[in-house]
């Protein structure tokens, strides 16, 4: 059973930067795609970021261009820099391993 953990999150300002991060566990981390998905309040879970074993990357268009996906395999760590944060990127952000797995969520609440 595939474990995924992320710390962080928290409370920025509007147009400030934040950085995610999902530690999993399991040996065969590099061969599966990760992704970073939200849900704000009252609405549908949607994806965010996505990156697969061979580094190709897919965005949704809210985040084009201020969010960037990385990934670490020596370390089992998908990485989520958001930057130029607005109010509406407010949501429980999930890590999402080979579409499948989940992890518990951490909350990013963008607001002055």
């Known amino acids: 059973q595939v474990q995924l953990v992320e710390p962080g999150g928290g409370l920025v300002q509007p147009g400030g930067s934040l950085r995610l991060s999902c530690a999993a566990t399991?040996?065969?981390?590099?061969?599966?795609?990760m992704g970073w998905y939200r849900q704000a309040p009252g609405k549908q879970r949607e994806l965010v970021a996505v990156?697969?074993?061979?580094?190709?990357?897919n965005y949704a268009d809210s985040v084009k261009g201020r969010f960037t996906i990385s990934r670490d395999n020596a370390k089992n760590t998908v990485y989520l820099q958001m930057n130029s944060l607005k109010p509406e990127d407010t949501a429980v952000y999930y890590c999402?391993?080979?579409?499948?797995?989940w992890g518990q969520g951490t909350q990013v609440t963008v607001s002055s």
């Open positions: 990156i697969t074993s061979t580094l190709n990357t």
């Open positions: 999402n391993q080979a579409f499948k797995y």
């Open positions: 399991g040996s065969l981390f590099r061969l599966y795609a």
